[in-house]
């Protein structure tokens, strides 16, 4: 057990848990109310606390928990060890998903058992940045990682002491949205010329000088576009969710039902699209009716992204930002 694990939730309070489970409850009790014949896949396992409410409402479910970070996997594992061989926990990225379900194999019973729920939670896990040593937070000195597998071979630290001034300025906008990403890749170039970055601090500091003084009092901490831009880059993550949704919706069984939780504008946009398109008829637009064959393959259970409520934002504040989408494949549940 690594020594800074004490606390099995790891100090994470599992976000919207009560409509996660109010929206794939269907899903999953469609066969029987114990959850019997069903598989859920948590694509974001974290430190296990949406799994663990799912495997106790239900006992007779049976989950696949995939997450890159081995020592998610760990805490998550210890967290869920009562329920035995209902649990099945992979290291993967979340586009996994056909690997992971290839794996499960004998696991899942064959076709007796089928994928009737999948629930995505995104972005950087409360786990992760409490592990200041990992380096996802700017409030914290650290390392300049930010790698969610401690086994990947890129960290914030080579993007920012080696990509070009160019690519860096284009990441810093893309994926952080920063409006001051020109200035600060010429400042970052300028430092690492002199001495490479090498821990959280050096950069927070860096920002500070580069964004103006009236921009600093606004929008949040100024690191913190930087700091996701940078995160993004070295795991990859929009990338990763483009390729993983597509492979969720075809995991599952007819009738079955995905959640995803995003926290962010791109990530967001990645669902909505997808989505939109999962929701859409595929009849050419200039006939009038509907194809047979052709009808819409999801149908929506959200009217757009659903928001925390108050109450829940002052329970758990990482939750303030969340943007909840879910999805229903047409079809019965076999």
């Known amino acids: 057990m690594p020594d800074e694990i004490k606390d099995p939730d790891h100090g994470h309070v599992p976000v919207l848990l009560d409509r996660c489970v109010e929206l794939l409850a269907p899903a999953l009790t469609r066969n029987a109310a114990d959850g019997s014949g069903a598989v859920l896949i948590d694509a974001t396992l974290g430190a296990g606390g949406h799994a663990e409410r799912f495997l106790t409402e239900f006992p007779a479910l049976r989950l696949i928990g995939l997450d890159r970070d081995p020592n998610a996997l760990w805490i998550a594992g210890e967290r869920l060890s009562a329920f035995g061989d209902r649990v099945l926990l992979v290291r993967t990225r979340y586009d996994?998903?056909?690997g992971a379900l290839e794996q499960s194999g004998d696991w899942a019973g064959g076709?007796?058992?089928?994928?009737?729920?999948?629930?995505?939670?995104?972005?950087?896990?409360?786990?992760?940045?409490?592990?200041?040593e990992r380096g996802f937070s700017y409030a914290v000195d650290a390392p300049l990682d930010m790698r969610m597998?401690?086994?990947?071979p890129l960290t914030?630290?080579?993007v920012v002491n080696t990509y070009d001034q160019r690519t860096l300025a284009r990441l810093l906008r893309e994926f952080g949205e920063e409006r001051f990403a020109n200035r600060i890749a010429s400042q970052i170039a300028r430092r690492r010329a002199i001495r490479p970055?090498?821990?959280?601090?050096e950069l927070v500091e860096l920002l500070y000088q580069a964004i103006p003084a009236p921009a600093r009092r606004t929008g949040g901490h100024p690191a913190k576009r930087t700091f996701q831009a940078l995160r993004i880059a070295v795991n990859g993550e929009l990338d990763s969710l483009r390729t993983a949704l597509p492979a969720a919706l075809d995991a599952l069984t007819p009738g079955g039902r995905i959640v995803v939780m995003a926290y962010q504008s791109l990530e967001d946009r990645i669902v909505k699209n997808q989505f939109s398109a999962a929701t859409a008829s595929r009849t050419p637009q200039d006939l009038p009716v509907e194809l047979p064959g052709h009808e819409p393959e999801f149908v929506a259970l959200t009217r757009g992204a659903e928001r925390a409520g108050d109450e829940e934002i002052a329970i758990n504040p990482r939750s303030a930002s969340v943007r909840l989408r879910a999805l229903e494949k047409v079809g019965e549940l076999r």
Do not use: N
Not at 111 to 131: T, W
């Open 156 to 158: 914030a630290a080579e």
């Open 197 to 201: 970055f090498s821990t959280t601090a």
């Open 111 to 132: 076709d007796e058992f089928a994928v009737a729920g999948i629930l995505f939670d995104l972005g950087v896990s409360s786990m992760q940045l409490d592990r200041t």
């Open 149 to 152: 597998d401690p086994d990947a």
């Open 96 to 98: 996994g998903i056909e």
